[in-house]
């Protein structure tokens, strides 16, 4: 099985008063440097999904690959241009395994449980305490054809509808102290993250 990793980091900051998350630091590295190391250390060959140029994310050293719809489509065109950038690889990649980016402390182990549960599904993804984590997923490169037809249609933007539409698999993870899955949309939400590691550690 070969696993190409992709950081789907093409958010708008929105919500974060002018900031953009992306290079918000935690112990030292910006979340989007953080999220490419974890992922990187579970896959070893590793993409960084955009919707526009960041020198500042090009100097981390990763492939960058940028959104192939115009029209912010949300993180079903990340995961798009993920899969059409394994495709055309020559290193006949089966399989991509997305992260977001704002999302500090998602586990060591993603590609491993993930990898082990897919099966002949075509998709699995995490869940925790009940709730799927979307764009935590192991992702065949078969896919990309039916997510291509998908996002023909402009509403088509929830990526848990187009999930429901293949074989899909949903991955039980463990109750752990804190919600590995969180992810930075606020600054409460940033000054959150910095309280977890400031008394827990970093992990």
Not at 66 to 86: K, T, V
Not at 135 to 152: A, Q
Request: aromatic content about 8%.
């Amino acid at each position: 099985m070969n696993i190409l990793g992709a950081i789907i980091a093409g958010g708008q900051s929105r919500r974060m008063a002018g900031s953009n998350k992306l290079f918000l630091k935690l112990q030292d590295e910006f979340l989007i440097e953080r999220a490419a190391r974890k992922l990187n250390q579970q896959i070893g060959q590793l993409v960084i999904n955009l919707n526009r140029e960041e020198d500042a994310v090009k100097s981390l050293g990763y492939q960058i690959i940028l959104d192939q719809h115009n029209d912010h489509q949300g993180p079903l065109a990340g995961i798009y241009s993920a899969l059409n950038w394994a495709q055309k690889s020559d290193d006949k990649i089966d399989y991509v395994l997305t992260a977001p980016a704002d999302a500090p402390f998602f586990p060591d182990d993603l590609s491993k449980v993930l990898s082990n549960a897919i099966g002949n599904n075509d998709i699995a993804i995490a869940q925790y305490d009940g709730y799927p984590q979307q764009l935590f997923g192991l992702w065949s490169v078969k896919c990309l054809k039916d997510l291509s037809l998908f996002l023909e249609n402009p509403d088509n933007r929830k990526v848990i509808s187009f999930i429901r539409s293949k074989n899909w698999v949903q991955v039980d993870i463990n109750k752990q102290q804190t919600d590995p899955f969180m992810n930075i949309n606020t600054p409460q939400d940033w000054q959150m993250a910095q309280d977890i590691v400031a008394k827990q550690g970093d992990y």
